[in-house]
């Protein structure tokens, strides 16, 4: 039996996706999915779901949605401003939502990507190993005002609320060199870590065009390489060598050279930069890399064992008059 989540307003970039599709990559489709996914996979901590399921994505634009049963949820990703029948939220905890509620999230306030997890999990159709929506491979579609999204029952409406203390990395970006690292010269390697970028309006899932200062990064055979495979977190040069990061909705070939790869764990804060922000970049040993590498069943299980028990509102203790808030001396309360 599933329930729905009527959206009544979204964003014009707002759709249904989950972790990807691997293992298409032969097909020509990349591994799509969320374009943070380390925020994706706080949501599915918050709320106990497992790495397959789906939620909701938003960029920049949230979107009104009504909850047709109660259930629980939880909000993770970009900071954007939210409420429940009126009530401020906080970003990156669950909550709970009764049967007609509903939700507003507005415009983000830092930050691209945010994510709307639902405790049952969403259920639309598995089309090509995912539910995700995925721009270029063609497969789904963005979200529209009057949809009216299936999802499975809360298992468990009463489990404890929690929180998580998100801690977003700083400095720069680290990025593992790659196979074509070694046609860019040394003294435009050390540029390229130099140089202060500023991220271009010009960016989606596929990627993030970012603009410097300074003199074009390429290779002495800038438009003469065969073209090969590519993923997510590589750092493209143009033909005027101007570099982008490959996003989760990349292609999967490309001619253009790569000056390295940005590690998974560093790849969120790309793709939640905002236009007109600065980003820098650190070469780091292949090794380096490998050992800060996490799958997604350790980062679930690690997010699961950080989430922290929220503050109980006194509007939601039903016995809260059966407390002696006052009155008591220090000992008695100490020695409870």
């Known amino acids: 039996m599933t329930t729905g989540l009527v959206v009544e307003r979204v964003g014009p970039a707002a759709s249904v996706q989950d972790l990807g ?4 990559l032969k ?5 799509g999915g969320a374009a943070d996914r380390s925020a994706f996979i706080e949501g599915l901590a ?7 399921t789906a939620g909701i994505e938003m960029a920049e634009l949230g979107g009104r949605f009504r909850f047709e049963a109660s259930m629980r949820f939880a909000l993770t990703g970009a900071m954007m401003r939210a409420t429940l029948d009126g009530e ?4 990156g905890a669950s909550q709970f ?5 509903v939700l507003d999230v507005g415009a983000a306030e830092s930050g691209v990507y945010a994510y709307l997890h639902v405790a049952g999990g969403i259920v639309t159709p598995v089309v090509s190993g995912g539910r995700g929506f995925h721009g270029i491979g063609g497969l789904g579609r ?3 005002a009057g949809d009216v999204v299936p999802v499975a029952p809360d298992p468990a409406p009463d489990t404890p609320l929690t929180r998580l203390e998100r801690l977003t990395g700083t400095g720069p970006v680290r990025l593992m060199p790659g196979p074509q690292t070694g046609l860019f010269a040394p003294d435009m390697l050390k540029a390229f870590e130099e140089a202060v970028f500023v991220r271009n309006p010009r960016a989606n899932r596929q990627g993030v065009r970012l603009d410097h200062d300074g003199p074009p990064f390429s ?3 800038q438009l003469n390489h065969a073209s090969d495979f590519i993923a997510e977190g590589d750092v493209q040069m143009t033909g005027d060598g101007t570099p982008y990061v490959l996003l989760a909705d990349c292609q999967t070939m490309g001619g253009y050279p790569r000056i390295g790869t940005v590690l998974p764990t560093d790849l969120p804060r790309v793709a939640q930069v905002r236009a007109g922000e600065e980003l820098r970049f650190r070469f780091v040993a292949v090794d380096v890399a490998e050992a800060d590498w996490k799958s997604d069943d350790e980062l679930l299980a690690s997010l699961k064992r950080a989430r922290i028990p929220q503050s109980r509102n006194p509007r939601d203790v039903a016995d809260l008059l059966t407390y002696d808030l006052i009155g008591r001396p220090p000992e008695d309360v100490a020695g409870d």
Do not use: I
């Open 27 to 31: 097909v020509g489709l990349s591994r």
């Open 219 to 221: 290779t002495r055979a």
């Open 97 to 101: 939502a009764a049967a007609g509620s």
């Open 46 to 52: 918050l709320v106990d779901l497992p790495l397959g």
């Open 21 to 24: 599709r691997p293992g298409w």
């Open 142 to 144: 963005l979200l529209r």
């Open 88 to 91: 401020r939220l906080d970003v």
